[in-house]
């Protein structure tokens, strides 16, 4: 792969991301909001990998932000190879308050809207040259109920095997990334409790990219890393309903802001 376009690149899994392929040797486009950010996090990975790295700012809730982006995957000129597909953020709204109204559609624009188009442009591209890699970060959360937050990454989730299933046969894999609890600043951003969370459920973030890059290579259509939420996400997946329901009653509860 010779380039690489991460959104939500500046901290957590896509930094993560973003500093294993510049190890790898990709020349990278990282997407954030934060520029001084963005261009802290380019120097460092120009500096101790010598890869080139391109910085967009942008928020993936505004629309023609969304498309100025899409239009950088699709350039020829400096064709990307690889997108991963990662912004997002944490959302633990009670779907009864009124109020969060906005932040539940700023996160269907960011986590829903902005994959489908920004996956769109990069598979139409790629389709096109035969070959490229689309990495979309789901979650774990998918298959339980924990509110919005859940059902939006049920939709990712099944989103990206749609898209999987479309491109089969043309050169372009997608792979949805399924974690559960990464070690990021992702929790203390969104208000939630995880102090208290034992150490066995935690997966470190350069871990799950190197184990995610992994599937990928296979032409794997969902990547779950570590063997223990492997067999998490089965028990989501086929375990009794009304255990399900309940555990993730109990979840949501833990996860209340102080």
């Keep these: 792969m010779a380039r ?11 930094n993560a991301f973003a500093r294993e392929l510049a190890a790898r040797g990709h020349d990278l486009v990282l997407v954030a909001r934060d520029l001084p950010r963005l261009d802290a996090v380019a120097e460092e990975l120009q500096q101790v990998h010598g890869v080139d790295v391109e910085v967009m700012q942008a928020d993936l809730s505004v629309r023609e932000q969304v498309l ?5 995957l699709e350039d020829t000129a400096a064709p990307v190879d690889m997108l991963v597909n990662n912004a997002g953020f944490g959302l633990h709204a009670s779907l009864l308050d009124e109020t969060k109204l906005d932040l539940h559609e700023r996160a269907l624009d960011v986590m829903c809207l902005a994959m489908l188009i920004l996956g769109g442009a990069a598979a139409r591209a790629m389709k096109a040259r035969g070959h490229g890699r689309i990495i979309n970060v789901a979650s774990t959360s998918g298959a339980i109920f924990t509110g919005n937050y859940s059902a939006i990454k049920a939709w990712a989730r099944t989103w990206s095997t749609g898209l999987a299933l479309e491109l089969r046969g043309t ?5 949805a990334l399924l974690p559960g609890w990464v070690r990021t600043e992702f929790h203390e951003r969104a208000g939630i409790k995880a102090h208290s969370l034992p150490d066995v459920v935690w ?13 990928v290579a296979r032409g ?5 890393p570590t063997l223990k939420w492997k067999i998490a996400l089965f028990i989501a997946d086929h375990g009794p309903r009304g255990f399900i ?4 009653r109990k979840l949501s509860a833990s996860r209340r802001k102080q």
């Design 68 to 72: 100025a982006v899409a239009e950088r």
């Design 203 to 215: 997966i470190d973030a350069d871990v799950l990219v190197k184990q995610c890059l992994a599937d």
């Design 171 to 175: 050169g372009v894999t997608v792979t």
């Design 220 to 224: 794997r259509i969902e990547s779950v």
């Design 245 to 248: 329901r309940w555990f993730s």
């Design 4 to 14: 690489a376009l991460i959104t939500g690149a500046t901290a957590g899994i896509g």
